[in-house]
């Protein structure tokens, strides 16, 4: 009977609401399950006694992982603390305040407003994350995605005290990492489609709402961000681990001969080997058989394309997003540093 009324009630005009369709879900990441499992995985090797862990290959390994996780989980946590705090207690209109209306302007202002984060690439994933949904342009954020973690002034101070007596590696790294984060948004400009993002990075978030508590919001959303960081850390850590302890030394003396060689072995070494920002200065130094041009690009392409940055942009933005973003990132930062350090070393 209900069914014949609706039926009779359109037949004579009355005007039916039109039913949505149904939102399909979209799964997020297990992030607990991720951090779990990598975490069992460096535990297992960590804490087990039989003898084939106690090889020096696999101690090797062991050390290498967590040296790369303990280096860089501070900054993770300063950053899952920052993203969470910006999206708790700043107000949203400050972001369109600050940076200029025009994208193509604010993505350089957002590049050089990367040297305030003293942190590595860990760090501002989740912080570009938070700006994209506060409603900053992705451009400008991910401008301050690759610039916060190379030009910071830590970063810098290490790479002086790394090239004693060589100010112009300093002022190589500073030109080289801020002209491939400008390009790079820019790029984003003319080529980036939203699609490749994932969708929940689409919807744009308003910030703290009306009647809730700001601190809990906060601790919601920090414990969001390094739950979802933190598993993609522990695996690329193991990955660059493996790199470490399965590539021999000698091929390192293999490549240095030659100029364009030595740059692009060194930008996929920088890649695989995902050493903190505040620290690669050292590993460049030790490096001494390339010449300084590799060495720059070493430090250029590290803080902004490595195994733990792949994954961490993957599970952040997802892998359509990583997978272009950071091949075309690598390929820039080549060019810059080749460029640049060709000029000023």
Known sequence: MEKTDELVGVAEGVTVAPVDP???????????AALAIAAGAVAVPLLAGTEWLDQPAVQA???????????????????????????AFVPAELFTKVLPKRPALAVPVAGVAGAVLPGCECASVPVANSLIRRGVTPAAAFAFLL????????????????FPGNPAMVAARLLASLATAAVMGWLWLWLGQEKWLRPVLRQRHTGHRHGGSRWNEFR?????????????????AMAAATFNVAVPRSVLDTFSGSPWLSVLFLAGLAVLLAVCSEADAFVAASLAGFSPTARLAFMVVGPMVDLKLIALQAGTFGRAFAWRFSTATTAVAVAASTLIGGALL
């Open 147 to 162: 610039s916060a973690p190379a030009v910071n002034p830590v970063v810098l101070t290490a790479t002086a005290v790394a």
């Open 220 to 236: 919601l959303g920090f414990q969001h961000d390094f739950l979802h960081a933190g598993g993609f850390l522990v695996l690329g």
């Open 61 to 87: 390994w062991r050390t290498v992982c967590l040296a790369i996780t303990v280096q860089a989980l501070p900054f993770l946590l300063l950053g899952t603390a920052l993203s969470g705090a910006i999206n």
């Open 22 to 32: 149904p939102v399909r879900r979209v799964r997020s990441w297990p992030h607990g």
